[in-house]
């Protein structure tokens, strides 16, 4: 099943608990994004889709010792991602109220 997306929440529940925890904190709700993960040559990619139709994609590879351990790289790459969110959220937002 190499290369096929799962839903985040079913394969890893902690990583996902912590994923819209802290996407919260950054007033990014969970139906805002859609978080996936698919196996890769060195563990697993870690893909946040977001914005209008979920179009943008944010991903990352991680062990899956990283993934388990929830290690402080996870949460930087889901920080770092949540700016991008913000602003393609804002943009989509003066986008959708332009007349």
């Known amino acids: 099943m190499k290369n096929?997306?799962?839903?985040?929440?079913i394969e890893f529940?902690?990583?996902?608990?912590?994923?819209?925890?802290?996407?919260?904190?950054?007033?990014?709700h969970s139906y805002d994004v859609q978080?996936?993960?698919?196996?890769?040559?060195?563990g697993f990619e870690?893909?946040?889709?977001?914005?209008?139709a979920y179009s943008n994609k944010k991903s990352e590879q991680f062990t899956r010792n990283e993934i388990e351990s929830l290690a402080p790289s996870i949460l930087e790459f889901?920080?770092?991602?949540?700016?991008?969110?913000?602003?393609?959220?804002?943009?989509?937002?003066?986008?959708m109220m332009k007349p």
């Open 78 to 95: 889901i920080k770092n991602t949540a700016e991008k969110i913000k602003e393609v959220m804002v943009s989509d937002y003066f986008k």
């Open 4 to 9: 096929e997306e799962r839903m985040l929440q």
């Open 46 to 52: 870690l893909i946040l889709y977001f914005g209008e």
């Open 35 to 42: 978080l996936a993960v698919k196996e890769a040559d060195t």
């Open 13 to 28: 529940p902690e990583l996902y608990q912590l994923a819209v925890e802290n996407l919260q904190e950054n007033n990014i």
